[in-house]
Nanobody, 123 residues
């Protein structure tokens, strides 16, 4: 059974940084994509960054240059380093896993989701 557990969210001032972690268990895909998504109140869930089993990455335009996704295969953990945060980054952040390896940033192809971790940026 796949289980994804996010951590690292919190409150930070504008311009600050946070690092989110997603501990994965039970993922048996030989090829996969692990994505970070976010959802603000009243808005649709949007993809922000994804990494695949080969270590390739893809970012949404709104976070490119500020966010970095990485993974530690030994720890089965995916990270999202977020720098230069602003109020528009405030949202619930979710980790998700997909057996599709083409780095999708759309949520509907992801099979498993974590519970989310809240990120709040004050201006």
């Amino acid at each position: 059974q796949v289980q994804l557990v996010e951590s690292g969210g919190g409150s930070v001032e504008s311009g600050g940084s946070l690092r989110l972690s997603c501990a994965a268990s039970g993922v048996t895909y030989s090829r996969y994509s692990m994505g970070w998504f976010r959802q603000a109140p009243g808005k649709e869930r949007e993809g922000v960054a994804v990494i695949d089993s080969d270590g390739r990455t893809r970012y949404a335009a709104s976070v490119k240059g500020r966010y970095t996704i990485s993974q530690d295969n030994a720890k089965k953990t995916v990270y999202l380093q977020m720098n230069n945060l602003n109020a528009e980054d405030t949202a619930m952040y979710y980790c998700a896993a997909s057996s599709i390896g083409y780095l999708p940033l759309v949520p509907n192809v992801y099979n498993y989701w974590g519970q989310g971790t809240q990120v709040t940026v004050s201006s």
